[in-house]
């Protein structure tokens, strides 16, 4: 009864894992697969230095 115990135990947390692993691998392919659409940000060089902060390097 005790090895049936053990075996069950390592099938659950095998399955966790597995869920863990898939969902991570989920997440990042989501990520690399999208490309978010133009967002409206002040351009570095024609908006005044005083009107706030603008993207590092835009995209668009």
Do not use: D, F
Request: hydrophobic share 55%; charged share 10%; glycine share 6%.
């Amino acid at each position: 009864m005790v090895i049936v115990r053990h075996w069950r135990v390592l099938l659950l947390v095998a399955t966790g894992i597995a869920l863990l692993a898939g969902a991570n691998v989920h997440l990042v392919m989501v990520a690399l697969e999208s490309q978010p659409a133009c967002v409206p940000h002040q351009k570095p060089g024609v908006t005044p230095a005083t009107a706030g902060y603008s993207a590092a390097k835009s995209a668009c």
